[in-house]
């Protein structure tokens, strides 16, 4: 079965800390791998997208990384404003509709 | 700002009652998608169209209809509504194969 898993469901850092959120994926074919930010009552607001194992991308302090199985979201040296759920989604067929993972909540302290 | 457009932001309506939720989405993009999220299930698909044509169906429930305009905006019709249609509904657009833009959702409420 298709299937998307995020973990952990919650995390809460000091500003500063440095941590990882993880996104593993059961699907035949990936057609990619995306990355959303989602602030609370809002839209997910698109990050990344990775297409093949061993493809990284940053952007301000966050970077995205692939594997045949999985996929991280590194976030580096953390500020408040980082604070959302951050959802990772794939492709299920040449539609391109998404399975969308049930999300990290993401907390940063002051 | 994705340059999805999604009219109302917010619809409080009663059992039974019919709704129409509207999306435009960004400029030269064919493909519109629709999402339902609510607290317990999380973003679930719902419907594609491109360029006008049904491309692809979720577990959309047979009360929910959706279609693509010529100008290709998109309305996602909820009818006999319950309950449980409360939730935040977002479409998306895209260029084909590609990252999918979302709107700012409508916030349905039924009561």
């Known amino acids: 079965e298709d299937q998307v898993t995020q973990s952990p469901e919650a995390l809460r850092l000091q500003e500063g800390e440095s941590s990882s959120l993880n996104c593993s994926y059961t699907?035949?074919?990936?057609?990619?791998l995306f990355w959303y930010r989602q602030d609370p009552g809002k839209g997910p607001e698109f990050l990344f997208t990775?297409?093949?194992a061993g493809e990284e991308k940053e952007k301000e302090r966050l970077k995205a990384t692939l594997t045949k199985k999985e996929s991280f979201l590194h976030i580096t040296a953390p500020k408040p404003e980082d604070s959302a759920t951050y959802l990772c989604?794939?492709?299920?067929?040449?539609?391109?509709?998404?399975?969308f993972g049930s999300g990290t909540r993401l907390l940063v302290r002051p | 700002d994705s340059g999805v457009t999604q009219t109302p932001k917010h619809l409080i309506t009663a059992t039974g009652q019919r709704v129409t939720l509207r999306c435009s989405p960004r400029?030269?993009?064919?493909?519109v998608y629709w999402y339902q999220q609510s607290l317990d299930q999380g973003l679930q698909f719902l419907i594609q169209?491109?360029?006008?044509?049904?491309?692809a169906k979720g577990n959309i429930l047979e009360r929910f209809s959706a279609q693509q305009f010529p100008d290709l905006h998109s309305e996602l019709n909820l009818s006999s509504l319950e309950l449980g249609d409360s939730a935040l509904y977002f479409c998306?657009?895209?260029?084909?194969?590609?990252?999918?833009?979302f709107g700012p959702g409508t916030r349905l409420t039924v009561t």
């Open positions: 998306a657009s895209s260029v084909a194969g590609r990252e999918q833009y």
């Open positions: 699907v035949s074919g990936l057609r990619g």
């Open positions: 990775l297409y093949s």
């Open positions: 989604a794939v492709p299920l067929d040449t539609s391109y509709k998404l399975i």
């Open positions: 400029s030269g993009d064919l493909s």
């Open positions: 169209y491109y360029n006008g044509e049904e491309r």
